[in-house]
């Protein structure tokens, strides 16, 4: 089949063009014809919270990926679907994820020719988890020009739901497992590469710091007694996208500076593996959710997950097996963090995440996505 995929790619950095690139690659793997196209113009810089959009290192996708969508140029957005029609694909998917996209990709679906081509969404958020008036306004237009949907957890198909009339085909497929970040290796030299103490155990909060990521609760639960008097410190690796004033300002107010090691720049691709290799377990503090790529990459190097009950982590995150499903508050992640530290739980979980993980291989999502839009 031919196949295009629409969506963020390098040289944008960041988890969505990671996923898209390994999406496309496991398109090509199965024997597809797969092109991706991408942006110029991604977001303008009011949009932006972050240092900079572009990734700093190479191209290893082995992708064909065209630069030629400008989100805010309606005009660009006619001439890149008549050009996506002239190549008369089998199937292009849009990979959706915030309303602001919504006119520029519904357009760009609404130049397509649907007797020819199947027009899919893979949407990874319906409704954002920072809400404004546009969410009300925009996602409407675009859902009116797909035939169909994929969501990477069961909370977005319900989303979907709520905005699309017509009853369009809908399925569920959990987020696969992010493989392509390195190696798993062995913690002492994880940590030797980070410079981090080899003698103390850390906690990871990994990503881009977002209000609604919940760090503000990690960092309350990291002043409970229980977790200062264990050799266990708390290791934020990920860029600010908020106000990190406040979050320094809750540190020194709880005096725990020295239970936090702190690398707050974006991590590089090809760093990220550190950090999970060197860590004892992964926060993921969330106030809302859908699903995280944050988990599947825990997955992939095999590492025990603490996540709260919101959007799709549960779905995940099997309690007490493979980790904890905590409530949003600071005294339940507290007193998971000490439980699994005090009692030792890291070999057993660790054990359950190889026997969870074979559940999220990319084929898995691949065959959903032709099954659901009928081009299997």
């Known amino acids: 089949m031919k196949i295009i995929i629409v969506g963020t790619a390098y040289p944008y950095r960041g988890g969505l063009a990671a996923f898209n690139e390994r999406l496309a690659q496991e398109f090509v793997r199965e024997g597809h014809n797969v ?11 009011f949009l932006f919270p972050g240092k900079t959009q572009y990734s700093t290192e190479p191209d290893h996708s082995g992708l064909t990926i065209f630069r030629k969508i400008n989100s805010c140029n309606p005009f660009n957005w006619i001439k890149v679907g008549k050009e996506i029609k002239k190549k ?28 020819e081509t199947k027009v899919f969404s893979l949407v990874h958020n319906m409704i954002p988890h920072e809400k404004s008036i546009i969410d009300k306004l925009l996602p409407g237009y ?63 909060f990994f990503g881009f710091i977002r209000e609604y990521k919940g760090l503000d609760l990690l960092i309350n639960a990291f002043a409970d007694e229980r977790l200062k008097a264990l050799n266990v410190k708390l290791l934020i690796a990920g860029e600010f996208y ?22 707050t720049d974006y991590i590089p691709d090809s760093e990220v593996g550190n950090y999970f290799n060197a860590c004892d377990i992964v926060a993921q503090p969330y106030k809302t959710a859908t699903q995280s790529g944050v988990t599947q990459i825990a997955f992939h190097f095999e590492k025990p997950m603490l996540v709260t009950n919101v959007g799709g982590l549960p779905e995940i995150v099997p309690n007490g097996k493979i980790g904890y499903v905590v409530e949003p508050d600071a005294q339940q992640i507290a007193d998971a963090l000490f439980d699994y530290f005090a009692n030792d739980r890291e070999t057993t979980f ?27």
Request: a positive charge; hydrophobic letters at 35%; glycine letters at 4%.
């Open 35 to 45: 092109e991706v196209y991408t942006f110029t113009l991604q977001y303008p810089g």
């Open 142 to 204: 675009f859902v009116r020009q797909m035939d169909g949907f994929v969501a990477l957890s069961k909370s977005v198909v319900d989303d979907i739901a709520t905005i699309d009339k017509r009853n369009k085909p809908k399925a569920f497929s959990p987020h696969p497992i992010y493989d392509h970040y390195g190696r798993i290796e062995d913690k002492a030299v994880a940590k030797q590469k980070l410079q981090l103490d080899k003698d103390v155990h850390y906690v990871l």
């Open 242 to 263: 908020g106000n990190e004033e406040s979050y320094q300002n809750q540190i020194d107010r709880l005096g725990i500076r020295d239970q936090l090691v702190l690398r």
């Open 350 to 376: 660790s054990q359950n995440v190889i026997t969870e993980k074979s559940k999220y291989a990319w084929n898995n999502l691949t065959n959903v996505i032709l099954k659901t839009s009928a081009c299997e």
């Open 88 to 115: 008369c694909p089998d199937l292009v998917i849009f990979c959706y994820w915030m309303s602001f996209m919504a006119p520029c990709m519904g357009t760009i679906a609404k130049q397509i020719d649907k007797k």
